[in-house]
């Protein structure tokens, strides 16, 4: 079974100043790790995704996470808050289910994190 | 290019009635996926279909039901509502290889179960 854990339901920075929001997964095969934006009263846009391609994975808006194995985690950083990026963050974990036709998988969400910038 | 788009936008419901939303993948994709986000809540897998067939369900009741339409498009069904079913119903779209291109989510049908 798969698994997602967001630390910190609720995250408070200042504009300008470091950004950081935590994704732990677990997952007994290979996963494929997604962070997703949720702004007021919207569906969910991608901002990044892992799929065993190289580690650091950079993203929209100035966004980055690094895939570490050994601690099962996908963080999420931006070195500089804006305050158009207050909304709420989700971390998705998949594997890929081979099926004919395709390979399909459905995401596991966590609870997610919402972000405040303070001027 | 049009996104993924669901309708209605927003419903409201009385508890018992049945509730239909659909959603519109984006021209080229092949599967959808539904998930029920509850508020203050990550999204939760509900149905996933691929080529007109279902290639995944969640842990939901039988209430709810699903298909896809020739054209690719998607209704979900909600028979005999409750009001823990009040949330938003995302429905995303991806193609025949996801981990390229992601799933791409709708705004959402904000459901209310009065």
């Known amino acids: 079974a798969q698994s997602v854990t967001q630390l910190g339901s609720h995250v408070s920075v200042s504009e300008g100043a470091l950004v950081l929001l935590r994704c732990n997964y677990s997952?007994?095969?290979?996963?494929?790790l997604f962070w997703y934006v949720q702004y007021p009263n919207q569906g969910l846009q991608l901002l990044l995704k892992?799929?065993?391609?190289?580690?650091l994975v950079k993203g929209i808006n100035g966004f980055e996470a690094e895939f570490k194995k050994s601690e099962t985690s996908f963080h999420l950083t931006k070195p500089s808050a804006h305050m158009s990026d207050a909304a709420e963050y989700f971390c998705?974990?998949?594997?890929?289910?081979?099926?004919?036709?395709?390979?399909?998988?459905?995401?596991?969400f966590g609870k997610g994190t919402k972000l405040s910038v303070k001027p | 290019d049009a996104g993924v788009t669901q309708s209605p936008t927003h419903l409201i419901k009385t508890r018992g009635q049945h509730v239909t939303l659909r959603c519109s993948p984006i021209?080229?994709?092949?599967?959808v996926s539904w998930y029920q986000q509850v508020l203050g809540q990550g999204p939760q897998f509900i149905f996933q279909?691929?080529?007109?067939?279902?290639?995944g369900r969640g842990n939901f009741p039988d209430r709810f039901s699903a298909r896809q339409f020739p054209n690719y498009s998607s209704e979900l069904n909600v028979n005999a509502l409750l009001l823990g079913d009040s949330a938003l119903y995302l429905c995303?779209?991806?193609?025949?290889?996801?981990?390229?291109?992601?799933?791409?989510f709708g705004s959402g049908t904000r459901l209310t179960v009065v």
């Open positions: 995303a779209s991806s193609s025949d290889r996801p981990f390229d291109s992601g799933y791409t």
């Open positions: 021209s080229g994709h092949k599967s």
């Open positions: 998705a974990v998949t594997s890929v289910r081979m099926n004919y036709g395709g390979s399909q998988g459905n995401l596991i």
């Open positions: 279909y691929y080529e007109k067939e279902e290639r």
């Open positions: 892992y799929t065993s391609a190289a580690t």
């Open positions: 997952s007994s095969v290979p996963p494929y």
